[in-house]
């Protein structure tokens, strides 16, 4: 299990190094291989960090992966570190963070953007998908699709496994499938359907942050 950090709201920059500590630190001590008195999740331990910023600035956050990753390699235990771009490669927040190898996956987001989701034809993914498998920084690659029909970039399993995810999985670069979120995964059995086809896709469903 990861933690997510930023998000499609609020209001989070990195500015400066000391930021990128101050973070860094906070996120290793709470949820991480650290120790602070009040962690959220008492003696448990989650496996990484998944960056999902899309309302920030563009700088500082391959710091972040940097210093996380020293930490890391400094303590017990080794952490996972995700990135959830968008579609469009390269990604205008994550294409710097991206680049230093870190990560051990990207989940690309096919939705809620125009120039890259479904609209009728998979003509734009499959592009973007091309790029993305490409970059030589990029390990694996998870198909992210959303499982609410209210979502622009929505597309039907059947339909997504029928004219994408069979061209795609035999890529060495395949991760699996990310589906927003859980809720609606539970409610629509999306990532069921996708286990009915082939039980060895791994499917990731983040949950919605909650204030």
């Known amino acids: 299990m990861l933690i997510s950090i930023g998000g499609p709201t609020g209001d989070y920059n990195l500015t400066s190094q000391d930021d990128v500590t101050k973070l860094a630190n906070y996120l290793w001590n709470n949820y ?22 899309e309302e920030s600035t563009t700088e500082y956050w ?8 020293n930490l890391s390699n400094n303590g017990a235990s080794q952490i996972e570190l995700s990135a959830t771009p968008k579609c469009h490669y390269p990604d205008k927040y994550l294409g710097t963070a991206i680049q230093t190898g870190l990560f051990n996956y990207v989940q690309v987001r096919f939705y809620n953007e125009s120039c890259c989701q479904y609209d009728g034809s998979f003509d734009a993914m499959k592009s973007e998908w091309d790029e ?15 499982a609410s029909a209210e979502e622009e970039g929505y597309v039907e399993a059947h339909d997504l496994i029928d004219n994408f995810l069979t061209d795609v999985v035999n890529s060495t670069k395949f991760g699996g499938v990310m589906v927003w979120y859980l809720y609606t995964d539970h409610l629509y059995s999306y990532s069921e359907n996708i286990k009915e086809w ?10 919605r942050a909650v204030s």
């Open 32 to 53: 991480l291989g650290g120790s602070t008195v009040h962690r959220p999740f008492g003696t448990a331990t989650l496996d990484g960090v998944d960056f999902f910023i």
């Open 62 to 69: 391959d710091v972040l992966a940097e210093t996380l990753k």
């Open 132 to 146: 993305w498998i490409a970059d030589d920084k990029v390990d694996k690659v998870f198909v992210g699709v959303t």
């Open 198 to 207: 082939n039980s060895l896709v791994q499917t990731n469903t983040p949950s």
